[in-house]
């Protein structure tokens, strides 16, 4: 399979989505930044695997990064993080969305799963009442405390 068989606008993925379904397939969708990959992600990411048949990843494009995450952000450009997420195994496919929430993409895509990390609650998630119009489920899994891009970005500055 070619990386690009796991990169999709959202439109394109909600008609992929929809044949999965009618085949039985449970989907799971989590979203996020994913600016420099680390354990903290791809354990996340196999945690939301484990959950479903299918692992949607939504990630944020460079200009919706930057909302929230300042403007020397991100560091890898959105295609090169879209290539290396779709290049592990676990996930299915990948779509990016530009706007500062994933509300949209889960009104389009409307997962049976919508995951989040264990730094959240679901009552403060602002995709909560996006999943709950459709009878979607969210549910949380396991914070890797200390696993962030920020981290990892002052531990560089403070080495070099």
């Known amino acids: 399979m070619k990386i690009t068989e796991k990169i999709y606008p959202r439109d394109e993925l909600k008609n992929i989505l929809e044949e999965k379904r009618v085949e039985g397939k449970n989907i ?12 903290g992600h791809t354990r996340y990411l196999a945690e939301a695997k484990a959950r479903g048949n299918l692992l949607v990843v939504a990630l944020n494009s460079d200009s919706s ?50 995951i989040k990390g264990g730094d959240y609650q679901i009552e403060e998630l602002p995709e909560a009442k996006v999943v709950a119009s459709y009878g979607g489920k969210i549910e949380l899994v396991s914070e890797i405390k200390g696993a962030s891009t920020t981290n990892i970005i002052e531990e560089i500055l403070k080495r070099y």
């Open 65 to 114: 990064v930057r909302l929230l995450k300042g403007e020397k952000r991100p560091i890898i450009p959105e295609m090169e993080r879209a290539e290396m997420l779709a290049n592990l195994a676990i996930v299915d496919y990948v779509t990016i969305f530009s706007e500062k929430t994933a509300n949209q993409t889960i009104s389009i895509l409307k997962p049976d799963i919508y």
């Open 28 to 39: 799971v969708f989590t979203n996020g930044c994913f600016d420099i990959l680390h354990v």
